[in-house]
Structure formats: structure tokens, C-alpha cells
Nanobody, 124 residues
């Protein structure tokens, strides 16, 4: 069964850090670009960061650029999101997703496999 399982969310004070992990199984992980998305209450889901299948290219939303880092370990079938200098506006449910693409892609329609999400709450 193909699945993505996120972990690492939690409650943190503003200015703090969290590291999210997403473990993949049942699919050739190394063949897919991966992305992290988030959805805050009352808002649409938005792309946070994406990484190519080799990890050689990445893209970040303007709101997180310079604070978040996406990375992957294909030997462990895992993608990470290191989040530093967290702000209350980063509070959201964070999802990882696998794309039918090898290059980092900002097109949500390319992502066809989603995890259940992990909650990140940043207090002020």
C-alpha cells in the first residue's frame, strides 16, 4: 500500500524551530519530486516548498524563504522540512505530497499522493 506518513509537528513558541519528516513507502520514492504544503483554518492549502527527485533543485514560497529548508534522503525514503524562526502565521496543518514529476514543481495538480498531515502551532 502506497502511503506517506508525516511526523514532527507540535507546539512551539515564536522564534523556535521544528523539523518535519515524511516517510514514504510502497512507491519508488527516488523517482518523485516531493513537496510540503500547509493549510491554515479558513485558508486554502498552499505550497510551502518542493524538491526534485535528486534533491538538486528546490523552490520555496516567499513567506518561508530563508527560514525553511526542504531536504530528502532517498536511501531512507524520507523528505524533511526544517523550520526555523517560526512565526504565529506559520500555524497550519502541514502535508507532504509526492508528484508525478522528477523536477521540483509548484503545480498542485502534479501531486497525486498525500499524507494525512501533521499540526504545527506557533504561539506568540
Amino acid at each position: 500500500q502506497v502511503q506517506l506518513v508525516e511526523s514532527g509537528g507540535g507546539l512551539v513558541q515564536a522564534g523556535g524551530s521544528l523539523r518535519l519528516s515524511c516517510a514514504a513507502s510502497g512507491r519508488t520514492f527516488g523517482s518523485s519530486a516531493m513537496g510540503w504544503f500547509r493549510q491554515a483554518p479558513g485558508k486554502e492549502r498552499e505550497l510551502v516548498a518542493t524538491i526534485s527527485r535528486t534533491g538538486g533543485s528546490t523552490y520555496y514560497a516567499d513567506s518561508v524563504n530563508g527560514r525553511f529548508t526542504i531536504s530528502r534522503d532517498n536511501a531512507k525514503n524520507t523528505v524533511y522540512l526544517q523550520m526555523n524562526s517560526l512565526k504565529p502565521e506559520d500555524t497550519a496543518l502541514y502535508y507532504c505530497a509526492a508528484a508525478r514529476a522528477i523536477l521540483a514543481t509548484i503545480d498542485p495538480s502534479k501531486y497525486d499522493l498525500w499524507g494525512q498531515g501533521t499540526q504545527v502551532t506557533v504561539s506568540s
